[in-house]
């Protein structure tokens, strides 16, 4: 894992290797959360805002109109009974170890996700139940009585990508409780200057 761009990098450096407090950030999360850290497969990882107050999107969520189908405004509500999140009740989530799900295909995972997330793309979602607590019965389909709480994101509004996941799951008899649905994704996260990590595979 490596965290990306070189403005990141090299805030990371300053802030992590010389020990300096997280309340000491001048571009904090919000009033009262200086940063978070967050456990990932290659230890923790803290997540904060780019402190380059001069700093500008990532070219590739600066497009405002993209073809629709299939990049489509999504809705609010992906689906009744899952809830939708923005960035700070993510982060909370994050902080307590829960199941961040990268719900993109594996070449957008890979050139950044946000830390601690796995990849499940949509296209294999239905078929990965049992890496998020359900059961595959005898007749192919799932029990999910012991379903995970999980968080999905995509690239954000005009991304279809987890909320066809989120559908898939649904589907399935994934309990909607359990599903947290991030629709900011990627363009908002990056537009906020949050700690973006390589994706792995």
Request: glycine share 10%.
């Amino acid at each position: 894992m490596r965290i990306l761009g070189l403005v990141t990098v090299s805030v990371f450096l300053l802030f992590g290797i010389q020990s300096a407090s997280a309340a000491e950030l001048d571009v904090k999360l919000n009033a009262k959360t200086p940063s978070v850290t967050v456990q990932t497969p290659d230890g923790p990882v803290e997540i904060m805002r780019n402190q380059d107050t001069e700093a500008t999107i990532h070219p590739t969520y600066a497009k405002t109109s993209r073809k629709c189908p299939p990049f489509c405004i999504q809705p609010m509500e992906v689906a009744p009974g899952v809830t939708t999140v923005g960035e700070m009740e993510l982060l909370a989530f994050a902080e307590k170890g829960g199941k961040l799900i990268d719900g993109r295909t594996i070449e957008w995972h890979l050139e950044g996700t946000i830390p601690g997330a796995i990849n499940m793309p949509y296209t294999e979602m239905a078929s990965r139940l049992d890496e998020i607590g359900c059961e595959k019965k005898a007749d192919g389909s799932w029990d999910c009585a012991n379903a995970e709480d999980v968080l999905l994101f995509c690239n954000g509004p005009w991304c279809g990508q987890s909320p066809m996941a989120i559908k898939a799951m649904l589907r399935e008899g994934y309990p909607p409780e359990k599903i947290m649905y991030y629709r900011g994704g990627m363009q908002v996260w990056h537009s906020l200057g949050l700690t973006v990590v390589e994706g792995s595979m």
